[in-house]
């Protein structure tokens, strides 16, 4: 395998992207490009955190631009979407939902700085740690709504007699 293949499939790995593209795929053959463009736009921003993560880590010593990197990235993501929804190119209600979502991630960075940084104590860590994976994970579980909508409409559809 090409060397540019192997570090393609290592990058998506340590990324949400992976668990997306099936959602991106799904999407483009079904030609939802409501949904689709909102996958892409998520898994680009996903992907971008993930190409910046190490050089953040490496730059940010104090460890303090790393939390306002990510808090502007979050609210960079939220106002991206909240703008594609207002012009009806991403479905309204999967992008309310999406930014009900991320609300606490750039809430949650910024509490972290201050409570490592200004107060100096340590309450943020276990929240921190326990509910960034959540607050992504349910990200991506947003990505898959028209999918999972699709599946009950036809269930529902499929149960009901003529």
Not at 47 to 69: A, M
Not at 81 to 109: E, F, M, N, R, T
């Amino acid at each position: 395998m090409p060397d540019w293949f192997i570090s393609t499939i290592s990058l998506l790995n340590k990324s949400w992207v992976f668990f997306l593209s099936p959602a991106i795929f799904v999407f483009y053959l079904r030609k939802d490009w409501l949904a689709l463009r909102f996958t892409l736009v998520t898994a680009l921003f996903f992907l971008y955190g993930t190409l910046i993560h190490e050089s953040l880590r490496e730059l940010d010593e104090p460890y303090i631009w790393r939390y306002v990197v990510w808090a502007f990235n979050d609210l960079a993501w939220m106002a991206l979407i909240a703008y594609l929804g207002i012009k009806d190119k991403v479905y309204l209600w999967q992008s309310v939902i999406g930014q009900l979502v991320v609300i606490a991630a750039p809430l949650l960075q910024l509490f972290r700085l201050v409570d490592r940084h200004l107060w100096d104590l340590s309450y943020s860590t276990m929240m921190y740690k326990t509910l960034l994976p959540i607050i992504n994970t349910a990200t991506v579980v947003v990505c898959y709504l028209p999918l999972i909508y699709l599946f009950i409409r036809k269930r529902k559809s499929a149960i009901q007699p003529l």
